[in-house]
């Protein structure tokens, strides 16, 4: 499973985009809008909230210590790009994630970055005081 994974994932040779065919200048582009949404922190600590289920305006502030009102206006950023869904639950709103590819999307940077963390030098100013 986990073979499969790393090559839906692109990663090493024979990944998804080896062979691809050639993408426009705007794709690029857009492809590099997209992933600046995830460049804010505030946005990439409500999509990790909504990976574990979905949760309304309130729950999502008090989690993250934000007001209601910035919540809202990440949330609107994050809709407006396909990355969240909002579904009405009586009086409040519960916003999930779009679909799986998001997950896909925060999972795989965290293992990049996981590989990353562990291939750096521990803090040497800390070794040298133990």
């Known amino acids: 499973m986990k073979r499969d994974m790393e090559h839906e994932a692109g990663s090493g040779k024979g990944g998804v985009l080896q062979g691809a065919e050639a993408r426009e200048e705007w794709q690029l582009a857009e492809l590099a809008d997209f992933f600046g949404i995830f460049g804010d922190t505030t946005r990439t600590r409500i999509l990790y909230e909504l990976a574990g289920?979905?949760?309304?305006?309130?729950?999502?502030?008090?989690?993250?210590?934000?007001?209601?009102s910035a919540v809202s206006h990440q949330l609107k950023v994050l809709r407006d790009n396909a990355l969240v869904k909002a579904e009405r639950r009586g009086k409040k709103v519960a916003y999930a994630l779009s679909d799986e590819h998001v997950s896909i999307i925060l999972a795989t940077g965290l293992t990049h970055l996981g590989e990353?963390?562990?291939a750096q030098p521990g803090d040497e100013a800390a070794e040298v005081q133990a």
């Open 53 to 68: 289920g979905s949760l309304c305006v309130g729950e999502l502030a008090r989690r993250l210590r934000m007001t209601d």
């Open 116 to 118: 990353k963390w562990e």
